[in-house]
Structure formats: structure tokens, C-alpha cells
């Protein structure tokens, strides 16, 4: 996801993956459907855990044809999908960059 509108000039509007902060009550699961539910509409039905630590949770999930054909864009956001391949053409948050890094060789054994 990215914002369509600058806040800081400087701020060349990179892609960025969702994340959320868990709540009290819930699982590190359960933050992830629920921030995804909120940016793009989606109900996620079935996600994998590829990662983890104390703080941070990684998930990966396949989105159906009816998923994306039924994605509700928030003003100013726009949400896109790239391969693993294509993350490197892209300009990328330095945490989602970090995140990338990290498990690039996650998201690639999970690439249709």
C-alpha cells in the first residue's frame, strides 16, 4: 500500500507492506486480518505464518480472484500486488525494505 498524496516532501511515497499493532485481547493473527479487513475490505479466510519474533510477526496469505475484484480503496491509499522479483524495481519504506530483505527467501518459496 501507498499514500497517494505527499505529507513530507521528502517523502517520495514508497510502497509499504500492512501492518498492525496488536491489541490487548487479540492474536498477532488476528491484528493482521483485522488491520487488512480495515485498509483493503478483504476478509482473509486462511493465512500462513512465515516468520516471527517477539515483536513481529511475518504473514503471508494468496488473495482469490473475488478478493481483489472486491477490494475497497481508502482515499489516498492505493494498494498493489508485486512479485518478489518486481520488489526490487519499486520504491519500498525502509522498514517494508528491511522486512523484504529479511525473508526474501520466504516470499519466494511462496510465489505463485
Known sequence: MRKDYVIDPREQNPWHCIAAVKGKSESFEESM????????????????????????????????????????????????FFSPKELDTISLSDETKSLITSHKDLLEKVEV
Open 33 to 80: 486480518l483485522r488491520e487488512v479487513k480495515k485498509e483493503t475490505g478483504i476478509h482473509l479466510k486462511t493465512t500462513a505464518l512465515l516468520d516471527r519474533d517477539r515483536e513481529k510477526h511475518f504473514f503471508h496469505t494468496h488473495l482469490t480472484d473475488a478478493n481483489v475484484n472486491n477490494i475497497v480503496r481508502q482515499d489516498g491509499k492505493v494498494l498493489g
